[in-house]
C-alpha cells in the first residue's frame, strides 16, 4: 500500500510538474506552524523543499522534530528542505541532493545561498538563488566560457545584491566583460537547468522511491 506523502515546494519546481512524477498532496513552501498541522492529517512522509525565510517565521526545528518523534519520516532538499536537513540530519531528517551537500559540508552556510523573492499569488520566483548563480558559473567555468577569477567577481557583484532583487539583469549590469562574451555566458546561465530544480527532481523521486 502506497504511504500518505505531503510535500512542500512550488518554487523550485512547479506543483503540476511534481504532480506527474508522484501521487502527493503538494502544499505551497512552508512556513512556521505548518508542520504541526500537517501531523494531524497522520502522513506517513513529509518532504520539504521550499519554504518561506523572511516573507513570515520560517518552519522551525522543534515542529520537524516533532514531526519525526511521532514516526513520520521527514526528508528535505533543494531550498530550505536542505537547509533544515543538514542541521537535522543527525536528528534523522534525511536530505538529498547538491544543494543539502554544499550546507552540510559547510561550503554554503546562510539561507541568503538558497532565498528568492516570488509572487505569492502564481508561486514564480522573482529573483535568482545565490546557490544556482554559483553552480552554473561553475558550469561555465568547465565550458572554458569564464575563467574563475571572473567568476569570482560575478559572484562578489551577486552577494552585494540584496536577495529579493537579486537578478541577472541586475548583476550583469554591474558586470564589465566584453558584450559578446557576456551575451553568450548570459544565454548559458537561462539556459541550464538550476540546481535548485535539479534537486527538487531528487527529493520527489527519492520519496517516490521510498513510498511503495
Known amino acids: 500500500m502506497s504511504k500518505t506523502v505531503i510535500i512542500y515546494t512550488g518554487l523550485s519546481i512547479s506543483i503540476e510538474e511534481a504532480s506527474k512524477i508522484i501521487d502527493a498532496d503538494f502544499r505551497p513552501p512552508v512556513k512556521r506552524n505548518d508542520i504541526l498541522h500537517a501531523i494531524t492529517d497522520n502522513p506517513d512522509i513529509i518532504g520539504i523543499i521550499d519554504g518561506v525565510f523572511h516573507q513570515s517565521p520560517a518552519v522551525s526545528h522543534k515542529e520537524i522534530m516533532k514531526a519525526m518523534d ?58 535568482e538563488a545565490l546557490i544556482n548563480i554559483d553552480y552554473k558559473l561553475d558550469l561555465a567555468i ?32 554591474k558586470v564589465e566583460m566584453e558584450d559578446n562574451k557576456k551575451t553568450k555566458l548570459i544565454d548559458f546561465l537561462l539556459k541550464e537547468k538550476d540546481i535548485k530544480y535539479l534537486d527538487a527532481l531528487e527529493v520527489i523521486n527519492y520519496i517516490k522511491k521510498i513510498e511503495k
Not at 88 to 116: E, H, P
Open 70 to 127: 511521532l514516526g513520520i519520516t521527514v526528508v528535505g532538499g533543494s531550498s530550505m528542505g536542505a537547509l533544515r536537513a543538514s542541521e537535522l540530519d543527525d536528528l534523522g531528517m534525511i536530505g538529498v541532493g547538491y544543494v543539502y551537500n554544499q550546507y552540510k559540508s559547510g561550503a554554503i552556510s546562510s539561507d541568503d545561498d538558497v532565498a528568492v523573492t516570488f509572487d505569492p499569488d502564481r508561486k514564480i520566483p522573482l529573483s
Open 142 to 173: 568547465k565550458k572554458e566560457i569564464i575563467s574563475n577569477d571572473e567568476k569570482k567577481n560575478i559572484i562578489k557583484i551577486a552577494k552585494d545584491i540584496y536577495y529579493p532583487k537579486r537578478t541577472y539583469q541586475n548583476i550583469f549590469k
